[in-house]
C-alpha cells in the first residue's frame, strides 16, 4: 500500500501549501477520506497512516463497512440521502454532508431523538445549478435555518458544496467565494444549534482551490486510493 503513503504525502503538502498562502494553520483542514468503493482490506491498510475521517455516499456501503474498519474513525456521510435510510445510519456516522430538505432534517432529529444523539449534519448548497446536483439554493436556506431552528436533535454545524468537475479547477473558485460569503453571513445568528463551524468543499480536482477560498473540510477520494473502479 505504498502508493497511498505516497498519495496521503502529497495530498498533505498540498494542503499544508495551501494553507501557507492564506497564513492557515492546516491543522484546522480535516481531511476526509473518500473510501467509496473501496475494498475495506485496502482501507483498513490505509488507516495505518493517521487517516482520521472517512467518507462514503451510500447508506448500504456505511451499513456493510462498519464493523469492517478496525480502527476508531468519524464516519461522514457525504452522499445523498433518501428519508427511509435514515434509520440505518443515524447510529454510526458523526457528520451527514448532504441535508437539503426540511423533511430529510425532521427525519433525521426524529430518528435522533430515538436514539438520544444530537446529529450534526451540514446543508448541502447548489450554488452553480450548472448540473443536476443535490443541494438547495441560497435563497432556500434561510426557511430551512429557521425549520431546523426549532429542532432539538438536530444540530448545524455547517456548509456543504460540490462544484461541477471542471478540467481546469480555477473555474470553481467563484463557487468556493459564495459558499465562504454565504457561510460568514449565517455565522452571526441566534440559534443555539446552528454553528458555523465547518465549510466542506473541494474533492481530489479542486480541494486546493477550496483550501484558498476556506474549506475547512476537503473530501479526497481518487487522490489517496487512486481510480475508483465501479465495475465490482
Ligand atoms: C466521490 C465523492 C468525493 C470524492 O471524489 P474524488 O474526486 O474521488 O476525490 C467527494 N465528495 C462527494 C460528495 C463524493 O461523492
Same mark, same amino acid.
Given at each position: 500500500m505504498e502508493y497511498i503513503k505516497e498519495n496521503l504525502d502529497l495530498v498533505?503538502?498540498? +494542503?499544508? *501549501?495551501?494553507?501557507?498562502? +492564506?497564513? *492557515?494553520?492546516?491543522?484546522? +483542514?480535516?481531511?476526509?477520506?473518500?473510501?467509496?468503493?473501496?475494498d475495506e482490506m485496502i482501507v483498513n491498510e490505509s488507516l495505518k497512516y493517521d487517516i482520521t475521517d472517512i467518507g462514503e455516499n451510500k447508506v448500504q456501503e456505511v451499513q456493510r463497512k462498519y464493523?469492517?474498519?478496525?480502527?476508531?474513525? =468519524?464516519?461522514?456521510? +457525504?452522499?445523498?440521502?433518501?428519508?427511509?435510510?435514515? =434509520?440505518?445510519?443515524?447510529?454510526?456516522?458523526?457528520?451527514?454532508?448532504s441535508v437539503d430538505s426540511e423533511r430529510l432534517a425532521e427525519e433525521i432529529n426524529k430518528k435522533a431523538m430515538g436514539i438520544n444523539k444530537v446529529m450534526d449534519i451540514l446543508i448541502q448548497?447548489?450554488?452553480? *445549478?450548472?448540473?443536476? *446536483?443535490?443541494?438547495?439554493?441560497? =435563497?432556500?436556506?434561510?426557511?430551512?435555518?429557521?425549520a431546523i431552528s426549532k429542532m432539538s436533535n438536530v444540530r448545524v454545524r455547517g456548509l456543504m458544496t460540490m462544484a461541477p468537475y471542471y478540467e481546469n479547477p480555477e473555474e470553481a473558485r467563484w463557487i468556493f467565494k459564495k459558499m465562504k460569503e454565504?457561510?460568514?453571513e449565517l455565522s452571526n445568528n441566534d440559534y443555539n444549534n446552528i454553528q458555523m463551524d465547518y465549510l466542506s468543499m473541494g474533492m481530489t480536482n479542486d480541494y486546493i482551490v477550496a483550501i484558498e477560498e476556506g474549506a475547512n473540510i476537503v473530501r479526497v477520494g481518487t487522490g489517496i486510493y487512486g481510480a475508483r473502479d465501479y465495475s465490482k
Open positions: 498533505r503538502e498540498n +494542503i499544508k *501549501k495551501a494553507c501557507d498562502r +492564506i497564513n *492557515k494553520d492546516s491543522d484546522d +483542514i480535516v481531511l476526509v477520506a473518500v473510501t467509496k468503493t473501496i464493523d469492517l474498519i478496525e480502527k476508531p474513525v =468519524k464516519w461522514h456521510l +457525504i452522499g445523498h440521502l433518501q428519508r427511509n435510510k435514515v =434509520k440505518y445510519i443515524i447510529d454510526k456516522v458523526d457528520l451527514i454532508h448548497l447548489n450554488i452553480s *445549478k450548472e448540473e443536476t *446536483k443535490f443541494g438547495l439554493e441560497r =435563497k432556500e436556506l434561510d426557511e430551512l435555518i429557521l454565504t457561510f460568514e
